[in-house]
């Protein structure tokens, strides 16, 4: 009786492990959250960066009329300080783990290269700078009239979020990174709440709508900058109740057409199926030419073969602080804040898209400059000021100005 009873367990704990295993590996599916786990390797970060469409589901980006960007690549001697010591942008690309670096100048390409098995070709993973995109789109809904003010709450376009404190968040509030809403970005915290929404998006397909609805609020809108991923979340949902499509749709109809994007991209989702959802606050996907391109258009103040397609005023107010508390250093070092964009501390017509692990847009107007670089760096945050330095010596080795200001 007892080996029947233990016979019984021990069938039972086969087909449960049986059952956790299939389900972990998904052999059915191509894809799985055993895949998604070598995310968490950041040894393999410069190989999935460039491939993240063999971990998660996507929808494609088509670039339906691609034009290539004009000019050619030309060597670059760009050498800096930093530690008491002369460095090499060849040092920093190698020690930062790059994958793309793309240089423009007057929207002519100057310098190109690419590392770790990157190539002109290869979509590499945005992070966080897809929240410019999202932004981006906002405004261009305000251009067409689909929204009259930035002071309207989500909720009147995106109902899912009706009488939850993100919804109860106008688009400003949203853009400002200012819901005032209990939610900790750190990566690697004990108390991150970045992680277990990753981990229920991707890992388990929850809905990240429902998740985020969920996320209470612990202070009034406005009062401070505090950068969190759903605000973001929250404005593409915005977008996809005011056009009615996809988050990859809608993004091929208001930027890849327009400005000729010169390859397909993809946008992350959480599964595969009719309950798939783009992530707002990340996972775009495209080539680091196209990614310099959305910088140009930033450069020429939202207008593309002589359409505008931003509202005018908007480049100014998103790449500078709105309030105080949005100036370099005055919340977060180094950096300042508008409407997802940042710009460095003693910026002069300079501010940049930034995603987690090195990924930067960086657009210097008085220079005419525009810097697309991609990379797998895990010690991104720590080389923050570095970067920041690199970027503007990128900018003074191509477009030196006299002391007049005039190139």
């Not at 109740?241 to 946008?267: C, K, N, R, V």
């Amino acid at each position: 009786m007892v080996l029947r009873i233990l016979g019984g367990v021990l069938l039972a704990a086969v087909v449960a492990v049986t059952a956790i295993a299939a389900w972990f590996f998904r052999p059915w599916s191509e894809y799985s959250p055993a895949e998604i786990q070598r995310l968490s390797d950041p040894a393999d970060f410069t190989e999935t960066f460039q491939t993240m469409d063999s971990i998660f589901p996507y929808r494609t980006i088509e670039a339906t009329s691609p034009e290539p960007l004009d000019g050619a690549s030309q060597p670059l001697d760009v050498t800096y300080e930093w530690g008491g010591e002369a460095r090499t942008l060849d040092q920093y690309l190698d020690e930062s783990r790059s994958l793309g670096l793309v240089v423009l100048h007057n929207g002519e390409l100057v310098h190109e290269r690419y590392l770790n098995g990157a190539n002109a070709g290869t979509r590499l993973t945005s992070w966080s700078v897809a929240k410019s995109f999202v932004a981006t789109m906002i405004a261009m809904a305000m251009e067409e009239g689909r929204i009259e003010s930035l002071d309207q709450l989500a909720q009147e376009f995106a109902p899912q979020y009706e009488g939850s404190p993100m919804g109860e968040t106008s688009l400003r509030h949203l853009l400002m990174m200012s819901a005032g809403v209990d939610f900790n970005e750190d990566y690697s915290g004990p108390d991150s709440d970045i992680r277990p929404l990753f981990f229920n998006t991707f890992i388990l397909g929850r809905s990240v709508d429902e998740q985020i609805a969920q996320i209470e609020r612990n202070r009034e809108p406005g009062q401070d900058l505090h950068y969190t991923s759903p605000n973001t979340h929250v404005l593409g949902a915005v977008l996809r109740g005011i056009y009615g499509e996809t988050l990859a749709a809608i993004t091929q109809q208001e930027i890849w057409a327009p400005l000729h994007m010169s390859s397909d991209a993809y946008w992350s989702q959480n599964v595969e199926g009719d309950r798939a959802e783009a992530i707002g606050y990340c996972c775009l996907n495209a080539t680091t030419r196209d990614y310099a391109r959305f910088g140009q258009f930033y450069l020429q103040d939202g207008i593309w073969n002589g359409e505008r397609l931003l509202p005018e005023g908007w480049v100014e107010m998103a790449t500078t602080p709105n309030v105080p508390f949005q100036e370099p250093n005055e919340t977060i070092p180094l950096r300042g804040y508008g409407l997802h964009w940042w710009m460095p501390e003693n910026y002069d017509g300079e501010y940049f898209a930034a995603g987690v692990y090195g990924q930067y847009i960086w657009v210097d107007e008085r220079r005419g400059v525009v810097i697309a670089r991609f990379a797998g760096d895990p010690d991104w945050g720590a080389r923050t000021g570095e970067t920041l330095t690199v970027m503007r010596a990128i900018a003074e080795a191509v477009s030196p100005l006299v002391e007049s200001g005039d190139e």
